[in-house]
C-alpha cells in the first residue's frame, strides 16, 4: 500500500503517520495524546526559535519546549521514584512521612525515546544546525515513525526529517537488506534474548540460594540477554525502515568486542551516547575545557544517562560505576584511539593483548550490570556479597528442564558469527555466493522455530525505558 502511494511523499507520509498512530494505540489509545502534545509543541517551537529576532525570545523558545517535553518525562516517569526518595529521607531524619502522595502512574512506553527526538529538532534549529519545517504531517511522522518510536534508535531530524520531506523511490537492494536486518534481529531477540531469559530471571530472583558460579552464569548471561534484546529490535526497526526507503542511523556496533569502555560507549547503544555527547556533554563544555572540569563534565553525562534509564537508584549506581571506568581511560588519552578500528583490524584472530583487552572490557561492563538488573541497591549488593561468600562450583539446571549444553554451543556460534561480521553491523548476512546465503537463512529460521518457546515473556526490556 505504501509503495503504491510513491507518486506522493506526502499520502505516504500520512499513510505511515496513521499506521504509527495505530501501532501505538493498540497499546493505550489515550497516550497519543502525549505524542500528539509533544509534536505540536516542538513544531511551533522551532518555527518560533527560526523567526525570532532577539536571542532572549530564541532562548525563550527553546526552554519551552525543554520545559515542556521534560515536565511530561518527569511526570510519568519520575515523580513517584522522587517521593519516595523523599520520603525515605525524611524517614532517615526522623519525621513523618506521606505516603499518599504517591500515585499509581502508567508509564507510556517509548516516552524516553520520543520526547528526546522532539527536543534535538528545537535545540538543533536553536544552534542553527537546522532549519525548521512547516508540514506537520512530516514532522509529525518523523516522531512518531512506528519502527523506532519505543525503543530507538533516538533519531536526529537532520537524519531523518529530511529522508521523510523528500521523494521515496523503491530499491530492491535496499528492501533486501532491511530483511536480512529483520532475520538477524528476530534472531537475536528470540534465540539470543529470550533463550536465555529464563535462566537469567530464575538465578536474580533466587541469589541468596545458590554458589558464585551459579551467579557468574547469570549475571553474564544477562550480558547477552540484554544485547540481544536491545540490539535485535534496533535491527528489526533499522531493517523495516529500509523497506519504506528510510535509513536509520546504527544503534549497535558489536559492542562486546570492545577493548576499552570508551570504545564500548562508541558501539552501545550509539544513539543515546550520541545524543548526549551533542546536547550536554559538548554545551558544558566537554573535552576542551581544564581536565577537572572535564572529568566533571563525564560525571555528569554517565549519572544523567544511569538516570534515564529508569526511576530507580540501580540505574544511577550503574551510570556511576561507568563513570569511574571511564575517567582512567579519558585521563591516560586513550578515549578515542579506537573510533574507527575494529579489533584485530586487518588480521584473521586478535593479538593476545587485544584478547586480554575484550576479557577485562567484557567482564567491568557485566560487573555494572548486576546493578543494571537488580530490583534495588540492596539486593545488586546482596548479590556481590553471595558471590564473594560461596565461592565454589554448583552445577546449575535449567527452570524448564532443557539442556544448558545448547545454549552454550548456540552462544559460541553466534560470538564467532558476530567476530566474522564485525566490520559491517548493517550487514549480518555479507555473503557474495547465494548457496551460502540460503544455508544461512536456513539456519536462522531452524534456530528460531528451535527456540520459540511460549513460556517466555516477550517484551522488549529497553520498553520499560
Known amino acids: 500500500m505504501y509503495w503504491f502511494l510513491r507518486r506522493s511523499y506526502t499520502k505516504q507520509n500520512i499513510f505511515l503517520l496513521a499506521a504509527s498512530y495505530f501501532f501505538y494505540g493498540l497499546w493505550d489509545w489515550r497516550f497519543l495524546f502525549l505524542i500528539l502534545a509533544s509534536t505540536a509543541v516542538d513544531y511551533v517551537v522551532g518555527i518560533k526559535i527560526a523567526t525570532a529576532t532577539h536571542p532572549h525570545l530564541r532562548k525563550y523558545w527553546l526552554l519551552t519546549s525543554v520545559f515542556f517535553n521534560m515536565s511530561l518525562l518527569g511526570f510519568f516517569k519520575y515523580y513517584n521514584f522522587f517521593i519516595e526518595s523523599w520520603s525515605d529521607l525524611t524517614s532517615l531524619l526522623g519525621f513523618s512521612t506521606q505516603s499518599s502522595w504517591t500515585l499509581q502512574i502508567i508509564l507510556p512506553v517509548g516516552i524516553s525515546f520520543y520526547t528526546f527526538q522532539t527536543m534535538s529538532y528545537s535545540l538543533d534549529i536553536y544552534y542553527k544546525r537546522l532549519r525548521p519545517t512547516r508540514d506537520f504531517i512530516s514532522f509529525a511522522t518523523f516522531v512518531g515513525f512506528f519502527p523506532q518510536l519505543v525503543a530507538g534508535p533516538i533519531e536526529r531530524a537532520s537524519n531523518l526529517l529530511h529522508q521523510i520531506t523528500d521523494k521515496r523511490s523503491f530499491n530492491y537492494t535496499q528492501c533486501t537488506d532491511g530483511l536480512k536486518l529483520i532475520l538477524w534481529g528476530l534472531f537475536k531477540k528470540i534465540v539470543i534474548a529470550d533463550g536465555v531469559a529464563p535462566i537469567v530471571d530464575d538465578i536474580f530472583a533466587h541469589y541468596s540460594t545458590h554458589s558464585a558460579s551459579t551467579l557468574l552464569l547469570g549475571v553474564c548471561l544477562f550480558s547477552f540477554q540484554v544485547y540481544g534484546d536491545f540490539s535485535g529490535y534496533s535491527d528489526i526497526a ?8 528510510i535509513e536509520l542511523r546504527s544503534n549497535f556496533k558489536f559492542p562486546n568486542f570492545s577493548r ?10 550509539v544513539s543515546l551516547s550520541t545524543w548526549f555527547r551533542h546536547y550536554v556533554y559538548i554545551p558544558l563544555g566537554g573535552s576542551r575545557v581544564t581536565k577537572s572540569k572535564s572529568v566533571r563534565n563525564i560525571i555528569i553525562i554517565f549519572l544523567v544517562s544511569g538516570f534515564w534509564h529508569g526511576a530507580n537508584w540501580t540505574f544511577i549506581v550503574w551510570g556511576a560505576i561507568h563513570a569511574i571506568l571511564y575517567i582512567p581511560v579519558f585521563l591516560m588519552g586513550r578515549n578515542r584511539i579506537y573510533m574507527n578500528t575494529v579489533i584485530a583490524e586487518n588480521k584473521v584472530f586478535p593479538s593476545f593483548i587485544e584478547v586480554l583487552q575484550l576479557l577485562l572490557t567484557f567482564s ?7 546493578f543494571f538488573r537488580s530490583a534495588s541497591v540492596t539486593d545488586a549488593f546482596a548479590f556481590i556479597k553471595q558471590f564473594c561468600t560461596h565461592f565454589y562450583y554448583e552445577h546449575y539446571q535449567h527452570p524448564l528442564g532443557y539442556r544448558m549444553i545448547d545454549y552454550f554451543i548456540v552462544l559460541l556460534l553466534f560470538i564467532c558469527y558476530e567476530y566474522i561480521i564485525r566490520r559491517n553491523e548493517r550487514s549480518p548476512i555479507p555473503f557474495n555466493s547465494k548457496t551460502l546465503r540460503f544455508i544461512t537463512y536456513l539456519l536462522l529460521i531452524f534456530f528460531i522455530l528451535l527456540f520459540y518457546d511460549d513460556h517466555v515473556d516477550r517484551s522488549f526490556i529497553y520498553f520499560q525505558f
Open 238 to 245: 533499522i531493517g523495516t525502515s529500509k523497506l519504506f526507503g
Open 260 to 269: 576499552n569502555v570508551a570504545e564500548y560507549w562508541q558501539r552501545w547503544h
Open 364 to 370: 567491568l561492563v557485566t560487573f555494572s550490570r548486576i
